[in-house]
């Protein structure tokens, strides 16, 4: 995959799928710019790993459910580098497994802030300055098309909604943009260190085809994959990396 001389956002790149996305477009020979919210360490390192190979990359701490915080990271990545090539948004997560009598309206306007609507606010300030044969690539989830485990439909129908916004986008944006989005299922990051537990997992894990949680690294060989030119002729779809555990 080559993404020689192009430019990629990559917002909540400071860990787990979103660093390693981060590493994965540097590799392919893109300028990286890492949005992180409270993973500074793993966003600063990754810079230092770039330069060192060659590369270019800048780290950018922000909200990317506040407005100020989304339009300053497109605007100094366009004054950093001229313009935007892709768009990576891999924000997002449960905040808290509650069921639906347990929640609050509180609780629902942060899930959807957070994976939808910060969708959004990125999508709508970088588009201006993404060319022709540029690309997005969001993060949906497994979630959204089974409905999620305990405690996660807030979750699940943020994440549907993020599937059928990628779709709409597709055909809103297209030919001048492609946009795909991916539907992860059990990976070994943080979120399910916090929210699934052990046993759980391994369940999964048994009952998958190829037995096993799937990787950061395979999660981003498949978005970068999405976000290049190789994958010219697709748009609007969800792709499913899951190990086989659910077919669509």
Not at 74 to 101: C, M, W
Request: charged share 20%.
């Amino acid at each position: 995959m080559n993404m020689k001389g192009k430019t990629a956002i990559v917002t909540g790149g400071g860990r787990d799928i979103g660093r390693a996305c981060v590493m994965r477009l540097a590799e392919a020979g893109a300028n990286v710019v890492i949005n992180y919210h409270s993973s500074s360490e793993g966003a600063d390192s990754a810079v230092s790993e770039i330069e060192a190979a060659g590369g270019k990359a800048i780290a950018m701490q922000g909200d990317m459910t506040n407005q100020a915080d989304v339009d300053a990271l497109v605007a100094k990545t366009v004054e950093t580098f001229g313009s935007i090539d892709s768009l990576i948004h891999v924000t997002g997560g449960l905040v808290a497994r509650k069921t639906t009598e347990e929640s609050t309206l509180e609780h629902w306007n942060t899930v959807m802030s957070l994976n939808l609507t910060s969708l959004f606010m990125t999508v709508k300030a970088c588009t201006p300055h993404m060319g022709e044969g540029s690309s997005i690539v969001t993060f949906a989830s497994q979630a959204g098309r089974d409905g999620g485990g305990p405690g996660a439909t807030a979750y699940a129908a943020s994440k549907g909604a993020v599937m059928t916004y990628t779709r709409g986008l597709a055909k809103e944006l297209g030919p001048k943009i492609r946009v795909n989005s991916l539907c992860p299922g059990m990976i070994d990051t943080d979120f399910h260190n916090i929210f699934t537990k052990d046993e759980v997992r391994q369940h999964v894990a048994n009952i998958t085809p190829l037995k096993r949680e799937g990787t950061s690294e395979e999660v981003a060989n498949l978005t970068v994959f999405l976000a290049s030119d190789e994958a010219s002729f697709m748009t609007g779809n969800n792709v499913d990396i899951n190990g086989g555990i659910s077919f669509s």
